[in-house]
């Protein structure tokens, strides 16, 4: 596609149950990554995907988050039991595998957790 | 990756200049210095890159003295529609790895 897309673009949730978070990269970018921003906070590194693997995935804040990616295509992040402190925008960006200029974030999936 | 310092929110009117300075005292050799903006309910988008010198695209110069400890995004005749967070980050330019966001300098703009 044109862009990274990311759905759905809100999610409110109770506060135990499971939510599944999508990301479609732009066709062709290798790189894949997750960011989670709070409310008026600078972004958080979450987790990184070259193709399928993970290289680095340290910044995953407990065992409840995890991500899988699909060849170099969409990415899921999931959340298991979801805690209110998990509320904030998660952001999706893709890049080519070289480059700090090339990378374009989607619009984000604001979480509720309540 | 280099740490890097800048003012956290800055106010300016519609046609003036606006330079936002970033501090990166532990630069290495390798490092490129990028800036990033975002919008309210957007994620990042790129603006500018450079290694010393300026740049200069169509949205913003970037001035980069020579030891290179420092940076300061320029934009020229600010509009409302400029009011946005934006982002200094210092990495080497090899792709393979995330980004690091400080928290930013929130600009706005007023009529």
Redesign the interface.
Known sequence: GAG?SQSPSNKVTEKGKDVELRCDPISGHT?L?W?RQRLG???E?LI?F?GNSA??KS?LPSDRFSAERTGESVSTLTIQRTQQEDSAVY???S??????????????TRLTVV | LAKTTQPISMDSYEGQEVNITCSHNNIATNDYITWYQQFPSQGPRFIIQGYKTKVTNEVASLFIPADRKSSTLSLPRVSLSDTAVYYCLVAPDTGRRALTFGSGTRLQVQP
Do not use: I, K
Not at chain 1, 95 to 108: M, N
């Open positions: 990274v790189a990554y960011y906070q600078g972004l590194f990184y070259q290289p680095d910044g952001l999706c960006a890049s080519l595998v070289r480059g700090l200029e090339g990378y374009t974030f989607g619009s984000g």
